[in-house]
């Protein structure tokens, strides 16, 4: 079983920057792939970005590309959200997921419980 935490989350002014983390509880991190989700006030929780089991492959949602880098440290159990430029329309709870295998692909496995981020115009 792998527990995920995050952390990070915070209200910050348009334009600004935050880093999230995801703290996974377990011994066996490197085989699963991460993956950060966002879900909006009165919406659906949506893909942001992803990160293969090593980290050498990463995949991203066009409204982020180019501002949030994702990253991992297997030795630490972590996986990291760096967000740059943060747009108002950046705001919701952030999720980070584990999906067990080398790439992210079909529902999560685990869940965190999220973090908020609040980016004020």
């Known amino acids: 079983q792998v527990q995920l935490v995050e952390s990070g989350g915070g209200l910050v002014q348009a334009g600004g920057s935050l880093r999230l983390s995801c703290a996974a509880s377990?011994?066996?991190?490197?085989?699963?792939?991460m993956g950060w989700f966002r879900q909006a006030p009165g919406k659906e929780r949506d893909f942001i970005a992803s990160?293969?089991?090593?980290?050498?492959?990463?995949s991203y949602d066009d409204s982020v590309k180019g501002r949030f880098t994702i990253s991992r440290d297997n030795a630490k159990s972590t996986m990291y959200l760096q967000m740059n430029r943060l747009k108002p329309e950046d705001t919701g709870v952030y999720y980070c997921?584990?999906?067990?295998?080398?790439?992210?692909?079909?529902?999560?496995?685990?869940w965190g419980q999220g973090t908020q981020v609040t980016v004020s115009s």
């Open positions: 997921a584990a999906k067990r295998g080398t790439y992210y692909r079909g529902p999560a496995d685990h």
């Open positions: 377990g011994r066996t991190f490197s085989r699963y792939a």
């Open positions: 990160i293969s089991g090593p980290g050498s492959s990463t």
